[in-house]
Every structure is written in structure tokens, then in C-alpha cells.
């Protein structure tokens, strides 16, 4: 499935259709570790930026 990023002032909105099950939200900040992404509501999750991690990668992973 393909993601939207938005960008606010100091957080990105990451979303995807609503129609699309079975996928989790993850993130990383170098593409070799990858976490889940906590707050996920209806295929949207709303991530707080830093100026410490200036680059952040995400990507959707099909649950078993």
C-alpha cells in the first residue's frame, strides 16, 4: 500500500487508505532497524520530529 506523509511544524502524519488491513506502521532512522510506531488510529499515526534524528524512513510491514 502506498503512504501520504504530511509534514507540521513539528511532526509528520502518516497515513494510509482506510480500506487497507493487516499492515503495521514502522519507522527507522537508518533503514537497517526497524520499530513499530505507536498511536496508529485509523491507519494514521501522527510521529513528533527532532532535530536529533533529522531523517526518518517509514514503511509498512504485512502482519503474519
Known sequence: PELSIGQGQSSF???WPLD????????STNLAAWSPVVGVTNN????????A???VYFRLRKLP
Open 13 to 15: 502524519v502518516v497515513t
Open 20 to 27: 487497507v488491513s493487516g499492515w503495521a506502521l514502522q519507522s
Open 44 to 51: 494514521a499515526a501522527v510521529v513528533a520530529t527532532s532535530p
Open 53 to 55: 534524528t533529522p531523517q
